[in-house]
């Protein structure tokens, strides 16, 4: 058995040196295979505050963190019924500070859990028992010190962290075995050496498929997309209608000037979905044009695009309804229905 184990670390190391993410050429997606306009219909929820929205399961998570009271507020996704506020703002027994949502969240036997983040400490949040509840329920925590202290971390399956940590002079992608205390893989982001005041000018926001075997970076300014497999054995760049902006470039373009190609992503084991905003940063939360939601395959291939006329700045997928739940800068929540277009999301 332990014979075993090491001969699949060697396997995966061996994988993870073949390639970086970006030393190939990506494929420029120029057209989608079905275009489609939609018109949001406006939804309310009883909370003000809130900044962002996810979907785990049958709920539709607020995140409120400029609230007095409470971070997240639930409310069903079936009619958007308030269900309850959950993990307290303080610095007190049962009480949380600093906290933001992770994209890590699953769904097993009818609970719902999601995982939420101090920079210190990681808590895995369970939704269902507390609503259930009346209160906060964690059923698990972990600690980020040691080699987990920096970059951003994701818990997978089967014990497994997947990792984005920057050096002086790279990015480095970091998978981690944490019952063995082992790096299965560790792979640098880019090629070469990449001035260190420049690394972060990629902004790459990182999406783990739901059945932990690929991951999504969806680039912020850079016009660019990469899926690869976890073990780094698989790689698949794209660029949209145009080719890939180069670091140098962006990291010369002051912040508010830089155009913003992809605001947010959210992932299903079927799809992958970006909002393509495809507007200078100054202009993001004013900007009156059209929006465009685009969806892929996890084999890169591009499936749908869906343009609306809301300024959406965050959206999250409900799959049980078949549906995108969108956010606005003013707090507007729109629902967009897809069960006419696509049979699974």
């Given at each position: 058995m332990k014979y075993s184990f090491l001969s699949i670390i060697v396997i995966l190391l061996v994988a993870c040196n073949k390639h970086?993410?970006?030393?190939?050429?990506?494929?420029?997606?120029?057209?989608?295979?079905?275009?489609?306009?939609?018109?949001?219909?406006?939804?309310?929820?009883?909370t003000l505050g809130v900044v962002n929205i996810t979907i785990t399961d049958t709920f539709l998570i607020a995140y409120t963190p400029m609230h007095n009271e409470y971070y997240?507020?639930?409310?069903?996704?079936?009619?958007?019924?308030?269900?309850?506020?959950?993990?307290p703002v303080g610095r007190g027994p049962n009480e949380f500070y600093g906290i933001d949502y992770d994209k890590d969240c699953e769904s097993e036997k009818g609970i719902a859990k999601v995982w939420v983040s101090n920079f210190l400490t990681k808590y895995q949040w369970n939704i269902t028992e507390s609503i259930k509840q009346g209160h906060t329920v964690i059923d698990s925590t972990f600690n980020l010190k040691g080699i987990f202290s920096e970059g951003i971390w994701y818990i997978g399956r089967n014990h497994r962290l997947f990792g984005l940590q920057?050096?002086?002079?790279?990015?480095?992608?970091?998978?981690?075995?944490?019952?063995?205390?082992?790096?299965?893989?560790?792979?640098?982001?880019?090629?070469?050496?990449?001035?260190?005041?420049?690394?972060?000018?990629i902004a790459m926001n990182s999406y783990v498929k739901p059945d932990d075997s690929q991951i999504a970076l969806v680039g912020c300014w850079s016009n660019h997309i990469c899926i690869f497999n976890v073990d780094f054995s698989e790689i698949k760049p794209l660029a949209i209608y145009d080719k890939m902006i180069s670091i140098n470039e962006i990291a010369a373009t002051e912040r508010p000037d830089r155009v913003m190609f992809y605001s947010w992503a959210d992932v299903t084991n079927q799809y992958l979905y970006c909002l393509y905003v495809n507007q200078p940063e100054k202009d993001r939360r004013y900007h009156s044009g059209?929006?465009?939601?685009?969806?892929?395959?996890?084999?890169?291939n591009p499936i749908m695009n869906i343009v609306i006329s809301e300024n959406i700045m965050f959206f999250a997928v409900d799959e049980k309804n078949k549906c995108l739940y969108g956010l606005t800068s003013?707090?507007?929540?729109?629902?967009?229905?897809?069960?006419?277009?696509?049979?699974?999301?």
């Open positions: 970086t993410l970006f030393d190939q050429q990506e494929t420029i997606i120029t057209y989608f295979p079905k275009t489609i306009f939609l018109k949001g219909e406006e939804k309310k929820i009883d997240f507020h639930v409310f069903g996704t079936s009619n958007l019924n308030y269900l309850g506020s959950f993990l920057n050096t002086k002079n790279n990015r480095n992608y970091i998978l981690y075995d944490t019952d063995n205390q082992t790096e299965i893989c560790k792979k640098s982001i880019f090629p070469r050496n990449v001035p260190y005041k420049n690394i972060s000018a059209n929006e465009e939601f685009h969806i892929f395959d996890w084999e890169g003013d707090e507007k929540i729109y629902r967009y229905d897809l069960a006419e277009y696509l049979t699974k999301l």
